[in-house]
């Protein structure tokens, strides 16, 4: 059962009270999109995670990145302190790194990734592997786009 707390806690901590696009998957990766605050949507969220489905949601927002992240082997070194970081299995925590203001072009160099509305786990729902992914730590900083830049690969940007 989903622990409704705990995935509030975690949204709250991207950001208060605010709507986001949440994506219910199954095992071969289809999925839904379901749009909105938390509150509003918890109950679908908990039906979906209960018919066996993973429950994912997308912490950017198309206006902007909120954060970058990273996922890695427990007890690995980071370039920097990461503002949030989850157990997303026994094997794997996600490390996150609260940025607003970075531009596109910076993420998608940070994450090797362009897709800036790619999806995450959202902590307190079950995933298709069975674990669920719990907020081990809350409290680190925030950035600017420069420490960011000079924390992770600043050879990129020279």
């Known amino acids: 059962m989903a622990d409704i707390k705990e995935a509030k806690r975690f949204l709250d ?20 999109s379901v749009v909105g605050k938390f509150g509003d949507v918890q109950r679908q969220l908990v039906r979906a995670e209960g018919d066996g489905l993973s429950v994912c949601v997308t912490i950017n927002r198309q206006a902007g990145v909120r954060f970058i992240w990273q996922l890695s082997k427990p007890g690995c070194e980071f370039p920097c302190e990461p503002s949030i970081v989850v157990q997303a299995s026994d094997e794997e925590v996600q490390a996150y790194w609260r940025c607003d203001g970075l531009s596109f072009a910076y993420f998608d160099v940070l994450m090797d990734c362009e897709d800036l509305l790619a999806t995450v786990s959202l ?28 924390a992770f690969f600043a050879e990129a940007f020279n």
């Open 13 to 32: 901590l991207v950001e208060p009270d605010a709507s986001f696009v949440f994506r219910t998957i199954n095992a071969n990766g289809d999925g839904n």
């Open 123 to 150: 902590p307190g729902f079950k995933q298709s592997s069975g674990h669920v992914p719990r907020i081990i730590k809350h409290d680190g900083p925030s950035y600017f786009p420069e420490g960011l830049k000079s």
